[in-house]
């Protein structure tokens, strides 16, 4: 045989092993690629946790009579001011006018997450990447995008015969407009339900400064909105559910034995009462973390048309 043909021929049968070999480093390096990215993800985030948070300026409070004050700096008041002064008393711009007295921060330069309850960034929430987050007791709302605060203010919840339900909830439908199944002269703007069954659900509808609602979540018309379009629906097929929408975590109880907590900060010894604790808030979030970081995971499979592993 001659030499050119020998080397033809050993190439021939070569050449496939050595492409099988190549292939089988290629999967191993893809494997340990992914296997790298994960590890990397999880070292930037447990990085991240360690960096140090910013802190909340603190404001002092008072307690005016609203008409009074109101005569001598309305008119220096911008929309942004007036949006906190109507947050921080938990009511909306037509119930603000019909309050007798007011608390008012000292500072009133500052945006309006400075002055609500909740922490502006939450280490434990870094992988989760939306939530919204409503506190009874402090009658607010706070939603954040790993982590970080992207949206807070007021809100006014079930009464005291008909108390919101606690715990984790996810967004299911929602409609710009739906009648109310209570009470059908009862219009509901930028509803999003998150109890189907519940009935339950956030949208806009009047806020007088206490919880007054038949178990919903009431917003502000501008809140309301903004959850319409930030949040997630529900994926359904053939009628069944096949993903779940933004996690919801509704905590606390509202205690009606006292006067409204956030008329408190007026005092000198208080003006902290209202904030919610980075410690607190964990102990809220870390008994649902596993189910909304799965939740989360499914949901994108499923949009990513991935298999979807059965439910046991």
Request: some cysteine.
């Amino acid at each position: 045989m001659r030499p050119s043909l020998l080397f033809f021929n050993s190439t021939f049968f070569i050449l496939p092993a050595l492409l099988f070999l190549t292939a089988c480093n290629n999967s191993d390096s893809a494997t340990t690629n992914n296997t790298n990215l994960q590890k990397d993800s999880t070292t930037r985030l447990e990085e991240a946790k360690e960096e140090p948070l910013p802190e909340k300026p603190v404001f002092t409070y008072k307690k005016v009579e609203r008409k009074s004050w109101l005569a001598e700096n309305d008119s220096n008041l911008t929309a942004a001011k007036k949006q906190i002064l109507y947050a921080l008393n938990r009511v909306d711009e037509r119930y603000f006018r019909r309050l007798d007295s007011i608390i008012i921060p000292t500072d009133i330069s500052d945006s309006l997450a400075a002055y609500m309850p909740f922490p502006l960034v939450v280490p434990e929430l870094y992988d989760v990447d939306k939530i919204i987050i409503f506190s009874d007791p402090a009658q607010a709302f706070a939603a954040y995008e790993n982590g970080k605060i992207t949206r807070t203010g007021p809100t006014n919840m079930g009464r005291q015969s008909k108390p919101t339900p606690k715990g984790l909830f996810f967004t299911n439908w929602k409609a710009k407009e739906t009648i109310s199944t209570v009470n059908d002269e009862w219009l509901l703007k930028w509803n999003y339900n998150i109890s189907n069954f519940g009935g339950v659900g956030f949208h806009e509808y009047a806020l007088p400064g206490y919880p007054a609602s038949h178990s919903c979540l009431r917003l502000q018309a501008a809140d309301a909105e903004y959850f319409y379009y930030w949040a997630e629906q529900w994926k359904l097929s053939e009628g069944k559910q096949m993903a779940k929408g933004t996690p919801v975590i509704v905590f606390g109880q509202y205690d009606w034995s006292q006067p409204k907590p956030w008329m408190e900060v007026a005092r000198d010894t208080l003006p902290k009462k209202m904030d919610i604790s980075l410690d607190s808030l964990m102990s809220v979030i870390l008994p649902y973390k596993k189910e909304i970081l799965e939740t989360q995971q499914s949901r994108k499979q499923y949009i990513a048309g991935l298999p979807q592993k059965e439910e046991e």
